[in-house]
């Protein structure tokens, strides 16, 4: 009964490949995220979507594309990884302004 | 912008003392200010936020921080320090852009010895 579930939670990958990582929430939260954790534990938020629409869009290279097929599930796709794409990806849910729940996060490889 | 600085990447102190994590944050609007704890391996979990209600608020596992406006300080304290506590705290600030955008610190990585 996980309330915010990612997967995979490691990911290995070459240059120049294509991959996803997929995140579900059973809270019934209107609002998900994508944020990103690089080597020095560093946080930043990617992307925000709101009953599947589109609402926080940083600035991601446009390799980076985010679907939303419902509200409980929020994908994140990386077109032609790079080498700096490597880093953890947490996915969380809100409502509305209430706190984040994170999952456990997917630990990207890029080799 | 709104951002956010963790004063000491690496804090240690011995099972028992009292714990204190600093944070500064910089905003133009009155803030939503938050503590979240990283245990390894593991996702971020909330212990505790400012609102713009009492200025001390207490959270999770006996933490509490101080709001003060003067000092734009959120400082994260724990009277004794449990050999539980030693994980990554981040100090948070939110920006409201019709999500709530949170603005993270570099991180406090704490460690409790014996």
């Known amino acids: 009964d996980t309330a915010v579930s990612q997967t995979p939670k490691y990911l290995v990958t070459q240059m120049g490949n294509d991959k996803s990582i997929k995140c579900e929430q059973n809270?019934?939260?209107?609002?998900m995220y994508w944020y990103k954790q690089d080597s020095k534990k560093f946080l930043k938020i990617m992307f925000s979507?709101?009953?599947?629409?589109?609402?926080i869009n940083e600035t991601v290279p446009n390799r980076f594309s985010p679907k939303s097929p419902d509200k409980a599930h929020l994908n994140l796709h990386i077109n032609s990884l790079e080498l700096g794409d490597s880093a953890v990806y947490f996915c969380?849910?809100?409502?509305?302004?209430?706190?984040?729940?994170f999952g456990s996060g997917t630990q990207l490889s890029v080799l | 912008a709104q951002s956010v600085t963790q004063l000491g990447s690496h804090v240690s102190v011995s099972e028992g003392a009292l714990v204190l994590l600093r944070c500064n944050y910089s905003s133009s609007v009155p803030p939503y200010l938050f503590w979240y704890v990283q245990y390894p391996n593991q996702g971020l979990q909330l212990l505790l936020k400012y609102t713009s209600a009492a200025t001390l608020v207490k959270g999770i596992n006996g933490f509490e921080a101080e709001f003060k406006k003067s000092e734009t300080s959120f400082h994260l304290t724990k009277p004794s320090a449990h050999m539980s506590d030693a994980a990554e705290y981040f100090c948070a600030v939110s920006e409201w852009k019709g999500a709530q955008k949170l603005v993270f610190g570099q991180g406090t990585r704490l460690t409790i010895n014996p």
């Open positions: 969380a849910s809100s409502q509305v302004t209430e706190k984040l729940f």
């Open positions: 979507y709101n009953n599947k629409e589109l609402i």
């Open positions: 809270l019934g939260h209107d609002t």
